[in-house]
C-alpha cells in the first residue's frame, strides 16, 4: 500500500511517499481503509521529532474510514463498520491498524470527511471549554489564532455556551472568518504594539478570566498579561514554538494565575470518555452548534505542501490528507 513515511525528523520535505507492507491487524486490532486524514500541529510536532516516535514512522493521528479486517479479541467493532479515530499514529496511508477500542462509530449523518475533520480539534475544544477551564455564560475570553482550525471551533463553542470572544488573527481575512464564528472582537496580532493593553481596553479595562492559546513562544506573555487576578491560562499548543522555562513566581505576581498544558489523551483515557466526547461533538455539528470548514484537500503524494500551508499560516479551517480521492463514497451530513 501507499504511505508517507518519515526516516528522519526535519522540515515538511521528510514527509516521503513510499509502498510499504500493509498492517495486519493484531490481537485487539482492526485494519482500517482510511478515506480521510486530519492534518494538525501534532503531526508537525512528530515530524520536527519535538514529540519523537520512533524511525521510521507514517505521521497522521487522526482518521476515518471502514473496518475491513479484525484482528483477535475484537468487540468493539466489527467488518464494515464506519469509524473515527484520534490519538493513533499511522493515519496518512491507505489503510491503518488501530486499536479497535479507540474507534468511535460514525453515526450515518457524518461523513469520513467531517469525521477526520472534526474529531480530534472537537474533542479537544470540548474538554478545553468544559473541562481545563468551565466557560460560562458571561465570560470574556482570549482565543488566540481564532480563525485557525482549532480556533474557530473555540469561538463557536464559547459562543454558544454564552460567552464573548476576543479573538487574534493575522490578517484581515482572517478576521472575517472569526467574526462570521461569533467572535465579538478581532485584534489583528501584527498591528498592535501591546496585545495585553489592547485586550484589557476592549474589556473595559479588566483582565480576563481566560486565555486559550495555542500559539506558545509568541504570545505566552501577552497571554499571561492579559489575565486577571485568579485567571487561567490554557496553553493548549506551541503553533510558534515551545514556551520557554520561567519562573512560576510569574504565576503569584500576575494575581495568583493558574497555568494548564493539557492533552487530548488524558481526557479520553477511558473508552466510556472517548465516545460521551464523540458523541457531543457530534451532536455540535448535527445542531449547527459547530460548522466544520474543510479548507484543503490533499493527496498523498502533496503531504509536504499540506504541512508547509499549515505552518505558514496560510490556511484557515481544517485541512485532510485524501489517500485516495477516487474510491470513497461520502453520506450526506
Avoid at 521529532?49 to 484482528?71: K, N, Q
Avoid at 489575565?227 to 503569584?252: E, K, M, N, T
Avoid at 479551517?317 to 485524501?322: E, F, M, N, P, W
Amino acid at each position: 500500500m501507499r504511505a508517507i513515511q518519515v526516516h528522519e525528523v526535519g522540515g515538511p520535505e521528510v514527509l516521503q511517499e513510499t509502498e510499504v507492507d500493509q498492517p495486519r491487524p493484531g490481537p485487539g486490532e482492526a485494519l482500517v481503509d482510511v478515506a480521510a486524514s486530519g492534518v494538525n500541529f501534532l503531526d508537525v510536532y512528530h515530524r520536527e521529532g519535538r514529540y519523537p516516535l520512533p524511525l521510521p514512522f507514517t505521521p497522521g493521528t487522526e482518521g476515518a474510514g471502514t473496518v475491513i479486517e479484525t484482528g483477535p479479541g475484537v468487540t468493539d467493532v466489527a467488518i464494515g463498520d464506519r469509524v473515527g479515530w484520534v490519538e493513533t499514529p499511522g493515519t496518512y496511508a491507505e489503510r491503518a491498524a488501530v486499536d479497535a477500542s479507540r474507534l468511535v462509530p460514525l453515526p450515518d449523518d457524518i461523513s469520513f470527511e467531517t469525521a477526520a475533520a472534526v474529531l480530534l480539534q472537537g474533542m479537544t475544544a470540548h474538554y478545553l471549554v468544559k473541562d481545563a477551564y468551565p466557560v460560562q455564560a458571561g465570560d470574556t475570553v482570549l482565543v488566540h489564532a481564532a480563525a485557525g482550525g482549532m480556533g474557530l471551533l473555540l469561538t463557536q463553542l464559547i459562543t454558544h455556551l454564552g460567552g464573548k470572544v476576543i479573538g487574534t488573527t493575522s490578517t484581515t481575512a482572517k478576521a472575517e472568518l472569526a467574526k462570521r464564528a461569533g467572535a465579538s472582537e478581532v485584534i489583528l496580532s501584527s498591528a498592535v504594539h501591546d496585545l495585553a493593553t489592547e485586550v484589557r481596553r476592549l474589556n473595559d479595562d479588566q483582565g480576563l478570566p481566560v486565555v486559550y492559546d495555542g500559539v506558545g513562544a509568541h504570545t505566552f506573555d501577552a497571554s499571561l498579561a492579559s489575565l486577571r487576578p485568579r485567571g487561567h491560562l490554557v496553553l493548549f499548543g506551541a503553533a510558534s514554538g515551545a514556551v520557554p522555562p520561567f519562573d512560576p513566581i510569574r504565576l503569584a505576581h500576575g494575581g495568583s494565575l493558574t497555568l494548564i498544558r493539557p492533552s487530548l489523551g488524558d481526557f479520553i483515557a477511558e473508552r466510556p470518555e472517548l465516545l460521551r466526547r464523540a458523541a457531543d461533538v457530534f451532536a455540535w455539528v448535527r445542531s449547527k452548534a459547530l460548522e466544520v470548514t474543510v479548507t484543503g484537500r490533499y493527496t498523498l503524494s502533496e503531504a509536504a505542501r499540506a504541512h508547509s500551508d499549515l505552518e505558514a499560516r496560510r490556511t484557515t479551517g481544517k485541512l485532510l490528507v485524501i489517500p485516495d480521492t477516487g474510491r470513497h463514497e461520502e453520506p450526506q451530513n
